[in-house]
T-cell receptor, first 118, second 110 residues
Framework: QVQLVESGGGVVQPGGSLRLSCAAS????????MHWVRQAPGKGLEWMAH????????YYADFVKGRFTVSSDTSSNTLFLQMNSLRADDTAVYYC???????????WGQGTLVVISS | QSALTQPPSASGSPGQSVAISCTGT?????????VSWYQHHPGKAPKLMIY???KRPSGVPDRFSGSKSGNTASLTVSGLQAEDEADYYC??????????FGGGTELTVL
């Protein structure tokens, strides 16, 4: 079955960097688009980025552009989120999700917690 | 993109029906039939309940249904059960490979 496992979260000082990973299994990773979504404490889900399976361009929400970068390694079926210049308001649980092919996020991981604090 | 508008809370007794609204604009909800709904129990992975406005993935009970009129989509949960108590989020494709979520609705089963 489809499984997505995020890792790499932790406590980082403001201005620091962090790289999150999302290990995918149970499906052909290269045939599906992927998303990153986050949820700040007490807040709702917030869409961050989409990596289509059929093109090299990655699409970002406006608040992400310039600080965060999405990439992938198809040899290890892993999606990455490189986060730079982190701020306190980036504190959140970060989820990766698989694109279901009908403009929906069909499968989700359990998330990894990122805390930005000095 | 601005978040879609959902009521912060909704409630109903077991067996009753409850509807959760999701209001956007002609650039997202009103412009595409690509509205989806997610159930989220805190600490767990969100779960897809409805996609393309009114389609249910395999395994989702038919007590869950979706609809859309203009810029507002709705999720209806019929025959409420205790396990339906969760946060529910709508989501819409917003064009140019962008998506937008609603603020979420906390559903309480009384």
């Amino acid at each position: 079955q489809v499984q997505l496992v995020e890792s790499g979260g932790g406590v980082v000082q403001p201005g620091g960097s962090l790289r999150l990973s999302c290990a995918a299994s149970g499906f052909t990773f290269s045939n599906y688009g992927m998303h990153w979504v986050r949820q700040a404490p007490g807040k709702g889900l917030e869409w961050m980025a989409h990596m289509p399976y059929h093109e090299d361009k990655i699409y970002y929400a406006d608040f992400v552009k310039g600080r965060f970068t999405v990439s992938s390694d198809t040899s290890s079926n892993t999606l990455f989120l490189q986060m730079n210049s982190l701020r306190a308001d980036d504190t959140a649980v970060y989820y990766c999700a698989r694109d279901g092919g009908h403009w929906e996020l069909s499968n989700w991981g359990q998330g990894t917690l990122v805390v930005i604090s000095s | 993109q601005s978040a879609l508008t959902q009521p912060p809370s909704a409630s109903g007794s077991p067996g009753q029906s409850v509807a959760i609204s999701c209001t956007g604009t002609s650039s997202d909800v009103g412009g595409y039939n690509y509205v989806s709904w997610y159930q989220h129990h805190p600490g767990k992975a969100p779960k897809l309940m409805i996609y393309e406005v009114n389609k249910r993935p395999s395994g989702v009970p038919d007590r869950f249904s979706g609809s859309k009129s203009g810029n507002t989509a709705s999720l209806t949960v019929s025959g409420l059960q205790a396990e339906d108590e969760a946060d529910y989020y709508c989501n819409s494709y917003a064009g140019n490979n962008n998506w937008v979520f609603g603020g979420g609705t906390e559903l309480t089963v009384l």
